[in-house]
């Protein structure tokens, strides 16, 4: 059982950094593709950040050029660095795991998910 801790969420005004981190137990790096999604009030949960290796990550149109996905293979950690943020960043934030091949910004596709951190930014 892959489980998944997310941790790094806070408070942060527009233009602002933070670095959200997911410790991943019993990780297969060359077997599972990582992601991180999103969920605002009302909205659908939106994958925003997909990853198998870490090589060619992928990203949504909405983060792409601000955030990125990393991995510290030693420390069995996946980190997400999301610059210049803005009030629309606002949302739950999720890692995920999935035994899965191509990799998907669908969360359906996704085994395993930790409980979420949230990220609030403000004008």
């Known amino acids: 059982q892959v489980r998944l801790v997310e941790s790094g969420g806070g408070s942060v005004q527009a233009g602002g950094s933070l670095r959200l981190s997911c410790v991943v137990s019993?990780?297969?790096?060359?077997?599972?593709?990582m992601a991180w999604f999103r969920q605002a009030p009302g909205k659908q949960r939106e994958g925003i950040a997909i990853s198998r290796n870490f090589r060619a990550p992928s990203y949504s149109d909405s983060v792409k050029d601000r955030f990125t996905i990393s991995e510290d293979a030693a420390k069995g950690t996946v980190y997400l660095e999301m610059n210049n943020l803005k009030p629309e960043d606002t949302a739950m934030y999720y890692c995920?795991?999935?035994?899965?091949?191509?990799?998907?910004?669908?969360?359906?596709?996704?085994?395993?998910w930790g409980q979420g951190t949230q990220v609030t930014v403000s004008s």
């Open positions: 995920a795991a999935g035994d899965i091949n191509p990799c998907s910004f669908r969360p359906t596709a996704y085994n395993f």
């Open positions: 019993e990780y297969k790096w060359s077997r599972f593709c």
